[in-house]
């Protein structure tokens, strides 16, 4: 069955560079949701969402946007990298039938 | 707001043993999942087990099971005849149950590190 895929799987990065994350949801998914997972910490929320519209928003920097596209792959922006922006990011997608996220398998991102 | 809490930082368990990962949470909503998330060392994040607060039956997939206390806000999870592959980085989490209204974001807890030894 397909997963949610994202690229890249691995990013390193410069302080004061920008990198783009990407995620493609399972088919047939309406909502993709973005989570930020620093070392030794658990996964925190950062952005959602669903039917191409933002859903909800966490503690996202101003940093960073997002958007969802019309083949409801979704995009994470990040500018201006800090060390702290170094992290694992997950997205997760889920159906309108269904209220469980899969989620892809990261992007781990360094900052050097 | 809700939150979710691990009180053991980390456990190790013999092959074979059962081990039961405390969980507690606090939330005013009625309506809701809880899940138990498994992080092996590859950092993929999987799904365990999934409980809806309206459902009083524990869930169970094959060696795992709940332990959902709704009034004591409590959902802890048994691992039964523990393999070396459990060996994992293991998260309780809380979501909102919601149709069309999307603030359905997972909060996580801050994790226990489970330890299978051989």
């Known amino acids: 069955a397909a997963g949610v895929i994202q690229s890249p799987r691995h990013l390193i990065k410069e302080k004061r560079e920008t990198a783009t994350l990407k995620c493609y949801p399972i088919?047939?998914?309406?909502?993709v949701y973005w989570y930020q997972q620093g070392p030794g910490q658990d996964p925190q929320f950062l952005i959602s969402?669903?039917?191409?519209?933002?859903?909800d928003k966490g503690s996202i920097p101003d940093r960073f946007s997002a958007q969802q596209f019309s083949d409801y792959h979704s995009e994470l922006n990040m500018s201006s990298l800090e060390l702290g922006d170094s992290a694992l990011y997950f997205c997760a997608s889920s159906s309108p039938g269904d209220d469980i996220q899969y989620f892809g398998a990261g992007t781990r991102l360094s900052v050097l | 707001a809700q939150t979710v809490t691990q009180s053991q930082p980390e456990m190790s368990v013999q092959e074979a043993e059962t081990v039961t990962l405390s969980c507690t949470y606090d939330?005013?909503?009625?309506?809701?999942?809880l899940f138990w998330y498994k992080q092996p060392p590859s950092r993929q994040m999987i799904l365990v087990i999934r409980?809806?607060?309206?459902?009083?039956q524990n869930a169970t997939e094959n060696r795992f099971s709940v332990n959902f206390q709704k009034a004591a806000k409590s959902f802890s999870l048994k691992i039964s005849d523990s393999q070396l592959g459990d060996t994992a980085m293991y998260f309780c989490a809380f979501m909102k149950q919601l149709r069309r209204n999307r603030d359905d974001k997972i909060i996580f807890g801050k994790g226990t590190r489970l330890h299978i030894l051989p």
């Open positions: 939330t005013s909503e009625n309506n809701y999942y």
């Open positions: 969402f669903y039917e191409k519209m933002q859903s």
């Open positions: 409980q809806e607060a309206y459902k009083q």
């Open positions: 088919p047939r998914h309406d909502t």
